[in-house]
């Protein structure tokens, strides 16, 4: 049996660009609102809906931390819409992506995000699950409610395995 091992590198806008949009207020310019007492960073990323009756939700996640290095086999994708997520807090959290191949998921890449980076995944981005470590984190979550089927879910045969940089640790 082969080992499919991948390393985790650091998140970018650039690198994740095939993948959705790195969600992180570095580099935005914040607008003043509430007389001067809050700053808005506004448009960090668009959730896309599609289909009849559908809308945009927010919702909450509390996620318990997995096991590194990470060992998976599932990834999922969702056809009608975005779907983003938002830490809570500054801990880093593990990214898995597909590059599609024909309506399956190509070779997995795995991220990992800097404190206070979320994600916006494309619609139809295959992707991991939400993946924290280390220590259990809340997210808010943004993606597609309404009918239709909006979940595809795909087995790869053999497993793959994601290690950290050694300067995550």
């Not at 690198?15 to 960073?41: E, H, Q, W, Y």
Request: aromatic share 10%.
């Amino acid at each position: 049996m082969t080992r499919r091992t991948l390393t985790a590198r650091q998140l970018t806008a650039e690198a994740f660009a095939p993948f959705g949009t790195v969600i992180d207020k570095a580099g935005a310019l914040p607008r003043p609102m509430n007389a001067g007492k809050a700053r808005r960073f506004h448009d960090l990323a668009t959730v896309q809906v599609s289909g009849a009756a559908a809308d945009a939700v927010v919702g909450l996640v509390e996620a318990e931390p997995y096991d590194l290095p990470l060992t998976f086999r599932l990834v999922e994708r969702h056809p009608l819409g975005s779907q983003a997520f938002i830490p809570l807090s500054a801990a880093p959290f593990l990214v898995v992506t597909c590059p599609d191949a024909g309506d399956r998921p190509g070779d997995p890449q795995a991220f990992v995000t800097e404190p206070w980076q979320g994600v916006c995944y494309a619609p139809g981005t295959w992707h991991g699950v939400l993946t924290p470590f280390g220590q259990p984190q809340d997210f808010v979550v943004v993606d597609r409610g309404g009918p239709g089927a909006n979940l595809e879910e795909y087995l790869f045969d053999e497993a793959w395995t994601v290690t950290l940089p050694a300067s995550v640790g």
